[in-house]
């Protein structure tokens, strides 16, 4: 039994609750603590000496003693077959979609191009400490093949679907309305459920979709209540004006989907920056998630959330990367762009929300906070070990932080990135190389 007992000992920092409504009561912090992980699990987290003295004989032991242990980060929206248009210049997001992400999404009709991808996106997503993920795949079944068989083999916690998209793109990408239903179907019954993975029904966008092709991805979601729905919302102007025509009976964009009953609390939908009063109140009133992509926001530019109306009114809401519209792997390089995203509109975040926003309240936001997203005995033993002090610009700043946990994770937030990620542990094994 020994042989699958690891103790992690660092300092511990996990939040049971939101520091938003809770204030720091749902913090918890161990200077010298250390968590105990069997099978995947965690066992017990406490004062090191206690983990320590009540470990199984054999036991391997993990010192990060002076590093932070967290939960491993949640990235709620992302897309694995954009590692290659990143970066990709000067356009908005519907020329962005048909110049570049089109292009390099046809290369997914090869099974073989989608394993390297999928590797390659789950070495970064570790590289960076993010341990679950909500996916985009494309419209090709052999790329949520392709991701789903990777994360298995590595025993990831992942969320992911083929993207559904029967209209408004090359020939090569796209199915029909049956055939995506169909595809879709065939998935789920293959990968929903399995292990650590979980379907999330994927209609692209409102554009890409005809009305018959939401309608199916509806049929989708009551069929499977337990599979997931993401697409796109209200992320871009020439966008919204495009669903507008091309949905004249809807009354809102969000109102498309609710149509297609494709609103609901396993729902998630990226951007929500220029959503209308009804918007809200309908995201509002079904649960649905907004997830909050900052550096895309900024680097399409799309806009600016209003977290601060949201969460007033009730919304769920997420963070995430929405690579590769967004530009950095790293939450941590994604909560600091969210920080400047509010300050323009004069909102705050405390380090200690935006750092509970990673992990709980992600968890949270895709209903998996029963098994992940904290530090806690029967939790699953995903982490990260953090370096606060990882590069000499941050050594440097830390000299005044000084004992302050605060001024602490707000700095390793601003300045901190893939380098200040010194382990990433899945199901208790380190999976950093
Ligand atoms: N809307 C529809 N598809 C996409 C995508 O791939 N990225 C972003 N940012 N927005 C979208
Ligand atoms: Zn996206």
Same mark, same amino acid.
């Given at each position: 039994?020994?042989a699958?007992?690891?103790?992690?000992?660092?300092?511990?920092?996990?939040?049971?609750?939101?520091?938003?409504?809770?204030?720091?009561?749902?913090?918890?912090?161990?200077?010298?603590?250390?968590?105990?992980?069997?099978?995947?699990?965690?066992?017990?987290?406490?004062?090191?000496?206690?983990?320590?003295a009540?470990?199984?004989?054999?036991?391997?032991?993990d010192?990060?003693?002076?590093?932070?242990?967290a939960?491993g980060?949640?990235?709620?929206?992302?897309?694995?077959?954009?590692?290659?248009?990143?970066?990709?210049?000067?356009?908005q997001?519907?020329?962005?979609l048909?110049?570049?992400?089109?292009?390099?999404?046809?290369?997914?009709?090869?099974?073989?191009?989608?394993?390297?991808?999928?590797?390659?996106?789950?070495?970064?997503?570790?590289?960076?400490?993010?341990?679950? *993920?909500m !996916?985009?795949?494309?419209?090709?079944?052999q +790329? @949520?093949? $392709? %991701?789903?068989?990777? #994360?298995?083999?590595?025993?990831?916690r992942m969320?992911?679907?083929?993207?559904?998209?029967?209209?408004?793109?090359?020939?090569?990408?796209?199915?029909?309305?049956?055939?995506?239903?169909?595809?879709?179907?065939?998935?789920?019954?293959?990968?929903?459920?399995?292990?650590r993975?979980?379907?999330?029904?994927?209609?692209r966008?409102?554009?890409?979709?005809?009305?018959?092709?939401l309608?199916?991805?509806?049929?989708?979601?009551?069929?499977?209540?337990?599979?997931?729905?993401?697409?796109h919302?209200?992320?871009?102007?020439?966008?919204?004006?495009l669903?507008?025509?091309?949905?004249?009976?809807a009354?809102?964009?969000?109102?498309?989907?609710?149509?297609?009953?494709?609103?609901?609390?396993?729902?998630?939908?990226?951007?929500?920056?220029?959503?209308?009063? *009804?918007? !809200?109140?309908?995201?509002?009133?079904?649960r +649905? @998630?907004? $997830? %909050?992509?900052p550096? #895309?926001?900024?680097?399409?530019?799309?806009?600016?959330?209003?977290?601060?109306?949201?969460?007033?009114?009730?919304?769920?809401?997420?963070?995430?990367?929405?690579?590769?519209g967004?530009?950095?792997?790293?939450?941590?390089r994604t909560?600091?762009?969210?920080?400047?995203?509010?300050?323009?509109n004069?909102?705050?975040?405390p380090?200690?929300?935006?750092?509970?926003?990673?992990?709980?309240?992600?968890?949270r936001?895709?209903?998996l906070?029963d098994?992940?997203?904290s530090?806690?005995?029967?939790?699953?033993?995903?982490?990260?070990v953090l370096?606060?002090?990882?590069?000499?610009?941050?050594?440097?700043?830390m000299?005044?932080?000084?004992?302050?946990?605060?001024?602490?994770?707000?700095?390793?937030?601003?300045?901190?990135?893939?380098?200040?990620?010194?382990?990433?542990?899945?199901?208790?094994?380190?999976?950093?190389?």
């Open positions: 039994m020994s699958n007992s690891r103790v992690i000992r660092g300092r511990i920092v996990s939040f049971t609750d939101d520091p938003a409504t809770a204030g720091l009561s749902g913090r918890h912090y161990l200077d010298d603590g250390a968590v105990l992980v069997r099978d995947g699990l965690i066992e017990a987290v406490g004062e090191a000496r206690d983990i320590l009540g470990a199984p004989k054999g036991a391997t032991i010192d990060h003693s002076g590093l932070l242990v939960p980060f949640i990235d709620a929206h992302i897309h694995y077959p954009q590692t290659q248009v990143i970066g990709s210049y000067g356009a997001l519907l020329d962005w048909h110049n570049y992400t089109f292009v390099e999404e046809q290369k997914f009709a090869d099974p073989g191009h989608c394993a390297r991808i999928a590797e390659f996106f789950l070495d970064e997503l570790i590289r960076c400490g993010t341990t679950t *993920a !996916v985009y795949c494309t419209v090709h079944p +790329s @949520v093949d $392709a %991701f789903f068989a990777a #994360s298995e083999r590595r025993g990831a969320i992911a679907g083929k993207t559904m998209m029967d209209r408004d793109a090359p020939e090569a990408l796209r199915d029909t309305a049956q055939r995506g239903y169909d595809e879709s179907k065939a998935l789920i019954e293959r990968w929903g459920g399995r292990k993975l979980d379907y999330a029904v994927t209609p966008f409102a554009v890409t979709s005809t009305q018959a092709q309608e199916a991805a509806g049929a989708l979601a009551r069929e499977f209540p337990a599979a997931y729905v993401q697409t919302l209200d992320e871009n102007h020439a966008e919204i004006e669903v507008a025509r091309l949905f004249p009976a009354r809102s964009y969000l109102d498309v989907y609710d149509r297609a009953g494709l609103l609901g609390p396993r729902s998630v939908f990226g951007h929500c920056i220029h959503l209308k009063e *009804a918007e !809200v109140t309908a995201m509002a009133a079904t +649905s @998630v907004a $997830a %909050f992509c550096t #895309s926001n900024l680097f399409l530019g799309s806009g600016l959330f209003d977290q601060a109306r949201l969460v007033r009114t009730g919304v769920r809401v997420a963070l995430a990367t929405d690579v590769g967004g530009t950095s792997y790293s939450m941590l909560a600091a762009e969210g920080y400047k995203v509010l300050q323009i004069r909102q705050s975040w380090a200690a929300e935006a750092f509970y926003q990673m992990t709980l309240g992600n968890a936001a895709l209903s906070d098994r992940i997203g530090i806690e005995a029967g939790k699953e033993a995903d982490l990260v370096d606060s002090r990882a590069t000499p610009a941050m050594a440097h700043r000299e005044t932080a000084k004992g302050d946990l605060d001024a602490e994770l707000f700095a390793l937030i601003t300045m901190g990135d893939d380098r200040a990620v010194r382990q990433t542990y899945v199901e208790g094994q380190p999976a950093k190389f």
